[in-house]
């Protein structure tokens, strides 16, 4: 599959015209959408300057994903690509923190963009415009308003392995925690998201996902012991307890 199927014709244009020789940093979560932003960065040539991960400090954040965020660095390093982890953010000032960070970066690297994973947040797409506008760096984000159905079937096929680290939603099934995806189980999300109206893709916070392999890492993250806890009525999250990184 050509990776640039996931993207709209306006960001194909983009891609051969503007950014091949962009030095960028890109917001990473470790999750299924900052990951493929990071594949598609590198696959149109951008010069990943940095991944950028902050570790939020409470159980909600509008901006940031949290659970697992604690092996974005592990992640990084399957990627062989560097990474700022921001540790101890406070809810609230997490706009305050990036807008530093970014700054920072900017001095140091030059950097001329910041691409995101974002589907279809307008809340984090347009903070975050704002952060980047008063900066004078573009924002990219190659998913926006993707088909949500089908860019779950394409990560899959794509070789994308990922599993669901939390879900905070009436109709996913727990037995989905820790276990790495299927083409099968993606359509039973599908399926069950269709029937609870909630998001197929997770972008209202419905789940949040890890990537443990793709394939541009250079290893493959194994989670070796892990507990899952109820947190409320359709609530539950993964503790991760021991992981590696085994060479592929």
């Known amino acids: 599959m050509n990776s640039h199927s996931f993207l709209n014709p306006t960001f194909k244009k983009l891609c051969l015209e503007v950014i091949k020789e962009m030095r960028v940093v890109i917001l990473f979560s470790g999750g299924k959408d900052s990951v493929f932003a990071t594949h598609w960065a590198l696959s149109v040539g951008m010069d990943v300057v940095s991944l950028i991960t902050f570790k939020i400090e409470s159980n909600d954040s509008l901006?940031?994903?949290?659970?697992?965020?604690e092996l974005a660095p592990l992640q990084a390093k399957a990627l062989d690509l560097p990474i700022t982890y921001v540790?101890?953010?406070?809810?609230?000032e997490e706009l305050s923190r990036l807008k530093d960070c970014l700054m920072e970066?900017?001095?140091?690297?030059?950097?001329?963009?910041?691409v995101l994973g974002v589907l279809l947040?307008?809340?984090q797409r347009l903070a975050i415009n704002e952060i980047c506008s008063d900066l004078n760096l573009r924002v990219i984000t190659p998913l926006w308003r993707k088909s949500q159905d089908k860019y779950m079937l394409e990560l899959v096929d794509y070789g994308f392995k990922f599993i669901i680290t939390s879900i905070s939603v009436m109709g996913l099934p727990p037995d989905l925690l820790g276990k790495i995806l299927t083409k099968e189980d993606v359509l039973r999300i599908i399926e069950l998201a269709h029937k609870y109206?909630?998001?197929?893709a997770f972008e209202g916070g419905e789940a949040e996902t890890l990537v443990v392999d793709a394939p541009f890492f250079k290893y493959r993250i194994r989670i070796l012991d892990y507990d899952i806890v109820k947190e409320g009525l359709y609530s539950w999250s993964m503790v991760v307890k021991r992981v590696e990184l085994e060479r592929k």
Request: charged share 15%; net charge positive.
């Open 197 to 200: 109206k909630f998001n197929p």
């Open 121 to 123: 947040s307008d809340y």
């Open 87 to 92: 540790p101890g953010i406070s809810q609230g």
């Open 63 to 69: 901006v940031f994903h949290i659970p697992c965020v």
């Open 105 to 114: 970066l900017r001095k140091l690297h030059g950097i001329d963009a910041v």
